[in-house]
């Protein structure tokens, strides 16, 4: 069976250093795919890692972030207006897009419609409708293909917002839905479903730090922590997936790990 594989870099910025590494490798592949980068990216921690990695100074030609061929989407999002302290595309903006040097260029950024926040399903719907018009029409395309998800890993293993045991694990038509019922504030989000992630070219999970070691290690190490949610993703992608974490985050888990890619 096809396995994820799990690389332990040692400190967070040997993490940001291993991630800027393997984006610029699925960069790489998606331009010669298709000419532009499609990625989907979650909120927590992960804005932060991705900004020391992807503004680092550059080694050379071969190491060149193309900013203005990337198109970012949100694995998930809060049903708040995007200056909320609690919006993930508000994350994105302060840790990583402001920051981004002009002559680096600027990517194409997809954010949710606020215009339908009193609205879930709308509001899910319309960011569907968005992601359908970058990647062709539904009927024609049973589910988007992302380039790259970048994606976090809660304390109880849940991943965008979709959450252990939650009815939302089993939706298969939609590519967006919504969450009224979130068990963490905010409660109302939307989420892209687990057939739309694990559909994904690459997935790659970004966790650091000692409060992630006991759920790593249920995810990795135990049967139980095949069904959350994280675990489900590794079974879907299987060698598709990729977890980058520190020491701390992996220690004494029993799972294979990688020192480099």
């Known amino acids: 069976m096809a396995v994820p594989t799990l690389y332990e870099a040692g400190s967070v910025d040997n993490v940001a250093s ?4 393997y984006i610029l490798q699925c960069q ?5 795919r298709h000419g532009s980068f499609k990625i989907a990216i979650s909120g927590g921690s992960l804005p932060n890692t991705l900004a020391k990695g992807l503004l680092a100074q550059s080694s050379g030609e071969n190491d060149q972030v193309d900013f203005p061929k990337w198109e970012i989407f949100f694995a ?4 708040v207006p995007l200056d909320h302290e609690d919006s993930n595309y508000r994350l994105l903006k302060d840790e990583l897009l402001d920051k981004i040097p002009p002559t680096m260029g600027k990517p194409v950024v997809h954010p949710i419609d606020t215009k339908y926040l009193d609205d879930l399903q709308e509001l899910a719907d319309k960011y569907q409708e968005e992601i359908l018009r970058s990647f062709a029409a539904k009927d024609s395309v049973k589910l988007p293909v992302f ?3 970048l994606l976090g890993c809660g304390p109880d293993g849940h991943t965008c917002s979709l959450f252990p045991n939650h009815e939302l694990l089993r939706e298969n038509d939609a590519w967006v839905a919504g969450i009224s019922d979130s ?4 409660l109302k989000r939307i989420t892209l479903t687990l057939p739309v992630v694990t559909h994904g070219i690459k997935i790659a999970y970004v ?5 992630k070691q006991e759920i790593l290690k249920k995810i990795f190490d135990t049967e139980e922590g095949k069904s959350l949610p994280c675990g489900l993703v590794n079974e879907g992608g299987g060698e598709k997936v990729s977890w980058f974490t520190d020491s701390k985050a992996v220690e004494g888990i029993q799972f294979p790990k990688r020192g480099s890619l």
């Open 18 to 21: 291993a991630l800027r590494h």
């Open 28 to 32: 790489k592949a998606a331009l010669q």
């Open 76 to 79: 998930d999002e809060r049903a």
């Open 147 to 149: 380039d790259l998800l």
């Open 183 to 186: 068990p963490k504030p905010p």
């Open 207 to 211: 966790t650091t730090g000692a409060g």
